[in-house]
């Protein structure tokens, strides 16, 4: 489902290419091209830490992580969909590990206490797998989350397969006041649209968050006057990261940051994204997070989320 947001569940190892991924690109090449697209569009904002670029207002959770005061937990890591971009390993997205799984969690819910006293911790999101396919877990988690901070803001990643009313509705009512839908999941199909839709009517906070893979441009680019028209908040454009898991299903060219991989021409595609927006006049913010950066930045913390 959600990739950048996953990085914590994601190995970095060093990755062989395959045919499609055999020339490399240097990575200040890459990164000058970008930093010219950038100086080309008025009126970018930046984070403090330089890892985000955006154009409006942010919702709570971006404005969280940029604080640095909140934390990510995997609620499970089971799947319901097979998307070739995913980095997560596939067997970690089929099978029911249930020990696999506590690991992560735990980790996870250790990290959140070290920011709770370090903080107070001010923001969580609940990430997967796909979680709504755990909606009991889904509750208890945002219950102890509120015994630690009862205004605590919590915000879910789903990619929107399995959103019904009912579900949303419970979300909201556990304390989930922000949802971010992967509509590059369901290939910005009329479904994940109408996912989208359906969590407009019920959360004060929505935005649509998706690796950007330059296969999926038109179906993209068709889906921003229709994001308009629904009245998302942001748009969250995330360079897609390439791993072991999905090396053999992409198409492109990677460069790396460090130990992350990342696939060229999606960062490109992003600005592109952003300038349409911005000459189209969409009321939605538009976001690019750079993975390669992130990392960077969350390696350099004792949390490394």
């Known amino acids: 489902?959600?990739?950048?947001?996953?990085?914590a569940a994601t190995s970095f190892t060093p990755i062989h290419m395959n045919k499609q991924l055999l020339s490399p690109r240097e990575p200040m090449q890459v990164l000058t091209e970008i930093g010219n697209?950038?100086?080309?569009?008025?009126?970018?904002?930046?984070?403090?830490?330089?890892?985000?670029v955006y154009t409006g207002t942010l919702i709570p959770g971006c404005r969280y992580c940029m604080r640095r005061s909140f934390a990510?937990?995997?609620?499970?890591?089971?799947?319901?969909?097979?998307?070739?971009?995913?980095?997560?390993?596939r067997e970690q997205r089929q099978q029911?590990?249930?020990?696999?799984?506590?690991?992560?969690?735990?980790?996870?819910?250790?990290?959140?206490?070290?920011?709770?006293?370090?903080?107070?911790?001010?923001?969580a999101s609940i990430t997967g797998g796909e979680p709504l396919l755990y909606m009991a877990q889904v509750e208890r988690l945002c219950a102890d989350l509120r015994a630690l901070n009862e205004a605590i803001h919590i915000w879910l990643y789903t990619n929107g397969s399995l959103a019904t009313r009912e579900r949303f509705r419970s979300l909201e009512r556990w304390g989930v006041g922000e949802v971010r839908i992967n509509l590059a999941a369901s290939d910005y199909a009329d479904r994940g649209l109408a996912a989208v839709a359906l969590a407009r009517s019920v959360f004060a906070h929505v935005a649509v968050e998706v690796p950007v893979y330059p296969s999926q441009r038109m179906a993209l680019m068709s889906a921003l006057?229709?994001?308009?028209?629904?009245?998302?908040?942001?748009?969250?454009l995330q360079e897609l990261v390439v791993t072991p898991a999905n090396i053999d299903r992409l198409q492109g060219r990677p460069y790396a940051m460090g130990p992350v991989h990342l696939l060229?021409?999606?960062?490109?595609?992003?600005?592109r994204v952003i300038r349409h927006c911005l000459d189209a006049g969409y009321s939605y913010t538009c976001t690019d997070c750079s993975a390669?950066?992130?990392?960077?930045?969350?390696?350099?913390?004792p949390l490394g989320y």
Not at 1 to 7: A, D, G, H, P, Q
Not at 39 to 45: M, S
Not at 72 to 89: E, G, K, M, S
Not at 292 to 301: A, P
């Open 37 to 52: 697209m950038q100086a080309d569009i008025v009126g970018l904002r930046w984070s403090r830490f330089h890892h985000a």
């Open 96 to 123: 029911e590990d249930a020990t696999a799984d506590a690991g992560v969690r735990e980790a996870d819910w250790q990290a959140a206490l070290r920011q709770h006293r370090a903080g107070p911790l001010e923001a």
């Open 1 to 7: 489902m959600v990739v950048v947001s996953t990085l």
């Open 292 to 301: 390669g950066l992130k990392h960077q930045l969350d390696s350099s913390t």
């Open 72 to 89: 990510c937990i995997h609620v499970r890591q089971r799947c319901n969909l097979d998307c070739a971009f995913c980095p997560i390993a």
């Open 264 to 271: 060229d021409g999606s960062r490109r595609l992003t600005y």
């Open 225 to 236: 006057p229709k994001l308009e028209q629904i009245g998302i908040d942001q748009l969250n």
